[in-house]
């Protein structure tokens, strides 16, 4: 049987794909420092875990397709928090932002379609695109550069009759860039000049280490036609596994097609959306402890990666990721290294690959993604392994050293 060639084209994820490998270390003893995924080890909070607990419920039924009533609210008053005002008619709740990225494809564009979207970018939007039928056309950014936007002129001869959206994660992941209000207005104003949808990406909305303020998308008063923002629970409260995140658009012809979309997939899980609610209320407290928890993580980082040879590297602004290139021509066979051939005291680590984050052949081969996701100790003790790491490589691959 041959399977379809949407089917074949469906990329495996360059995050998990190296697992096999993990595996055959953790059975061989080894203990890993995993820095490739963005898992946190910080607690979910504990009004959130209360909440599951104490469910007794004697029917898990369906709930409505666009999300329980008390999650759409508690989710108004989170924007609210922010200084976005929406009501209920404005929001659908998803299956984690996966759904809402694959929502708002599906929406938009039709099969054939092109978004335009900042590479290096999100690994899995390679394959929400081909599930959906779209194609994403790069805008390359570069660490020479700090990863900023092009000029519009530039990103405007990437437009064809074909293009329907530009998109943007703001605080990037992978490379942890914050655009400010006027790097947006820029994409903003093509959106407007050329009759596109303006889609963002602003899981990490509160991960922003230099004290600017998130610009969203949905700021934009005149842009309410375009815009269409996903979201998610899964970082900013570590939630990961609840798999509850958010489509929201002020756009009524946007919002209907939507939520015949969520209609014909019944409806977010119900369980989920009650842990979730008390997260609308945990207020500003909860998020600064939260920020300075991570900006020690990528502090760590950073002083870790100053004391190797060789590397280079922008830090990061936001979220919880650095694109590192390393003095290596292929860093999977690095990052594959790492975990079959070293250990320091039976210890290693794991980091993502970059080329898979982007979409132009041969960029990133050198380059690496590293999630700051555990502890200030733990991230301290898994960057001396990588240095001691990567100068043993070097030696044992390219005979320098």
């Not at 003893?29 to 209360?50: C, F, S």
């Not at 309410?224 to 979201?231: A, E, K, L, Q, T």
């Not at 979409?359 to 050198?366: E, N, R, V």
Request: aromatic share 8%; net charge neutral; glycine share 6%.
């Amino acid at each position: 049987m041959k399977i379809s060639t949407r089917g074949s084209l469906l990329p495996p994820s360059p995050i998990r794909k190296l697992k096999p490998f993990a595996d055959a270390a953790l059975a061989s003893g080894k203990h890993i420092y995993a820095l490739n995924i963005g898992q946190p080890d910080v607690e979910t909070p504990a009004q959130m875990r209360n909440v599951l607990k104490n469910i007794d419920k004697k029917v898990i039924a369906y709930g409505p397709s666009q999300g329980l009533a008390e999650y759409q609210d508690a989710l108004v008053r989170y924007y609210a928090f922010h200084g976005i005002a929406l009501d209920r008619e404005n929001i659908i709740v998803t299956t984690g932002g996966s759904e809402a990225i694959t929502m708002a494809f599906t929406v938009c564009c039709d099969p054939g379609d092109e978004v335009l979207v900042p590479e290096p970018f999100y690994t899995n939007y390679n394959g929400f695109s081909v599930a959906a039928g779209v194609r994403l056309r790069p805008i390359t950014t570069s660490l020479e550069t700090n990863w900023e936007l092009p000029s519009v002129e530039a990103i405007e001869a990437l437009i064809t009759p074909r293009t329907r959206a530009l998109m943007i994660c703001n605080p990037n992941n992978p490379t942890g860039k914050v655009y400010g209000a006027e790097e947006l207005r820029k994409l903003a104003h093509l959106a407007r000049k050329h009759d596109l949808f303006l889609l963002g990406d602003e899981v990490y909305r509160e991960f922003i280490f230099n004290g600017e303020k998130h610009t969203s998308l949905l700021d934009f008063e005149d842009m309410h036609d375009h815009v269409i923002v996903m979201d998610s629970i899964s970082k900013r409260f570590s939630a990961c596994g609840l798999r509850i995140g958010a489509f929201i658009s002020r756009n009524p012809q946007v919002m209907q097609a939507a939520l015949a979309y969520a209609q014909a997939r019944l409806c977010p899980p119900t369980i989920e959306q009650l842990v979730a609610v008390p997260s609308a209320d945990l207020g500003s407290d909860y998020f600064k402890r939260m920020v300075a928890e991570y900006r020690a993580r990528r502090d760590a980082v950073i002083e870790g990666l100053k004391d190797m040879d060789g590397v280079e590297f922008q830090v990061p602004n936001g979220a919880f990721y650095i694109i590192v290139r390393l003095p290596v021509k292929d860093a999977e066979d690095f990052v594959v290294w790492m975990l079959t051939d070293f250990d320091v005291a039976g210890e290693t680590v794991m980091l993502a690959p970059a080329q898979g984050f982007y979409s132009t052949p041969g960029l990133g081969k050198d380059q690496v993604r590293i999630a700051f996701v555990l502890n200030v100790e733990k991230t301290r003790r898994a960057m001396d392994i990588l240095k001691q790491g990567l100068a043993t490589y070097i030696k044992v691959r390219h005979g320098r050293g």
